[in-house]
């Protein structure tokens, strides 16, 4: 069975730092590698998908990059904002069947101080 | 568009009693899971349907859980009898093609 671990569980920098947040997992035939980022008492809100052939994913400030053969997966925030605190999930996709059949870590817990 | 849509938002009741959780998916979108999140077991999928039909409800705990999609646009989740195990954050997330939209989520309570 896939398991999805993110370490640290928590993590607090200062305003401008990057950010460097990491996930891992144990079955690396995965179809794709999502990360969300959830709000407290909200859903989960969709950042980037990386699809198992691509190796990495940019969206403005963010940047995600996925090893398949060491199990790991990076995701990137520069010049971290007060904005940016969140909890910070990854997911595992293992079925084309669907790609919200998700094996989900437990996230990381960002706080940026200003 | 509104997003996904989940009722209630807060949910209290007493072990024993029935729960209904609702949800309505994105407009256009053809999948529809339902995610449960507790402080233990992180996200968990339970169930996910694809144009109303369920395709996957191996992650249902018990079959104390049943969950229905009467058509393209309605959801529900029952718990019957509800225990205080059950207790946690329950989101419904709908799709089309690669982007999972969720809802925000309905917390139970049960006493």
């Known amino acids: 069975k896939q398991e999805v671990t993110q370490i640290p569980a928590a993590l607090s920098v200062p305003e401008g730092e990057n950010l460097v947040l990491n996930c891992s997992f144990t079955d690396s035939a995965i179809y794709n590698l999502q990360w969300f980022r959830q709000d407290p008492g909200k859903g989960l809100t969709s950042l980037l998908l990386i699809q198992s052939s691509q190796r990495e994913q940019t969206s403005g400030r963010l940047n995600a990059s996925l090893d398949k053969s060491s199990g790991r997966s990076t995701l990137y925030i520069a010049a971290s904002q007060p904005g940016d605190s969140a909890t910070y999930l990854c997911?595992?996709?293992?079925?084309?069947?669907?790609?919200?059949?998700?094996?989900f870590g437990a996230g990381t817990q960002v706080v940026v101080t200003p | 568009d509104a997003g996904v849509i989940q009722s209630p938002r807060h949910e209290v009741t007493e072990m024993g009693q029935e729960v209904t959780l609702r949800c309505k998916p994105i407009?256009?979108?053809?999948?529809l899971f339902w995610y449960r999140q507790t402080m233990m077991r992180g996200l968990e999928l339970l169930i996910y349907f694809n144009n109303n039909v369920p395709i996957d409800d191996s992650g249902m705990p018990e079959d104390r859980f049943s969950a229905k999609m009467p058509n393209a646009s309605f959801s529900t989740l029952k718990i019957q009898p509800s225990e205080p195990r059950d207790s946690a954050v329950y989101f419904c997330?709908?799709?089309?093609?690669?982007?999972?939209?969720f809802g925000s989520g309905t917390q139970l309570s049960v006493l």
């Open positions: 407009s256009g979108h053809d999948y």
């Open positions: 997911a595992a996709s293992m079925t084309t069947d669907s790609w919200g059949k998700l094996q």
């Open positions: 997330a709908s799709s089309h093609g690669t982007a999972l939209f």
